[in-house]
Nanobody, 123 residues
């Protein structure tokens, strides 16, 4: 059983940057694909980015490609999401998630979820 705790959210002006962190415990972190998702008010939870076990492969939603970077430090059991050039449409609760085996972009594919961290971008 994996426990995930996100941190690093907050209020930022449009054009600014934030780095989210997600610390994992209770499992073999290096054995999990890690993903970031987000959910804006009144909208469904959507995929943002994913990273493979060793960090070699990454995948991004078109809406964040070129602005966001996912990375991981297996020694620290932590996955990061660096977010640059933020805009109001990025306002959401951001969740990290973990799954075994293959990369995936759907919420139902992930087995473990954190509680989320709020990101608010002011225009």
């Amino acid at each position: 059983q994996v426990q995930l705790v996100e941190s690093g959210g907050g209020l930022v002006q449009a054009g600014g940057s934030l780095r989210l962190s997600c610390a994992a415990s209770g499992g073999t972190f290096s054995g999990y694909v890690m993903g970031w998702f987000r959910q804006a008010p009144g909208k469904e939870r959507e995929f943002v980015a994913a990273i493979s076990w060793g960090g070699i492969r990454t995948y991004y939603a078109d809406s964040v490609k070129g602005r966001f970077t996912i990375s991981r430090d297996n020694a620290k059991s932590t996955v990061y999401l660096r977010m640059n050039s933020l805009n109001a449409e990025d306002t959401a609760v951001y969740y990290c998630a973990a799954k075994e085996t293959n990369m995936a972009v759907t919420t139902r594919s992930y087995d473990y979820w954190g509680q989320g961290t709020q990101v608010t971008v002011s225009s």
